[in-house]
């Protein structure tokens, strides 16, 4: 079993203007969670939602210890996953519990993480998947097409 990454989904992703929370996010700005968060944030104009076990407010907005502490409602595009590849599978695991609470569209596993089995649980639950791959690797892949 394996994983193809579909263009028009990453497409369709990077274009909406969806909320994106950022398992993994922090305060500590020397993490990739912190850059690339601040990134889609300030540059791509995303609103961003920082999951870290330690609830940390990070570019000034509310941070959670999880997925299941964010408020119901709260209408989700993607779960950008800044964990290990070893504990990606609970995080798949969450976003599919919270699937319909949240109105979760997608999981978004960051470039060095994969975990082929939890995408494959995650497609199966209606979710859009992206793995091992970054969405500021990809957002100039987008140019050619008047984006």
């Avoid at 994983?3 to 274009?15: A, E, G, K, T």
């Avoid at 596993?109 to 639950?125: F, L, N, S, T």
Wanted: with cysteine.
């Amino acid at each position: 079993m394996t994983h193809q990454n579909d263009p028009d989904l990453i497409r369709d992703l990077l274009v909406d203007p969806g909320i994106w929370v950022i398992v993994g996010l922090s305060d500590n700005r020397d993490r990739d969670a912190w850059k690339i968060s601040r990134y889609l944030k300030m540059e791509q104009g995303k609103g961003i939602i920082p999951v870290h076990p330690s609830a940390a407010t990070v570019h000034g907005e509310k941070g959670y210890a999880s997925l299941s502490d964010i408020p119901d409602g709260t209408d989700v595009k993607v779960v950008d996953c800044f964990v290990n590849s070893d504990l990606v599978g609970a995080v798949v695991d969450e976003a599919i519990a919270n699937k319909d609470r949240l109105q979760i569209d997608a999981v978004w596993m960051q470039r060095g993480v994969a975990d082929v089995a939890a995408a494959e649980r995650a497609r199966k639950a209606g979710l859009g998947v992206v793995m091992d791959t970054c969405p500021k690797i990809e957002y100039p892949k987008l140019r050619p097409h008047g984006i």
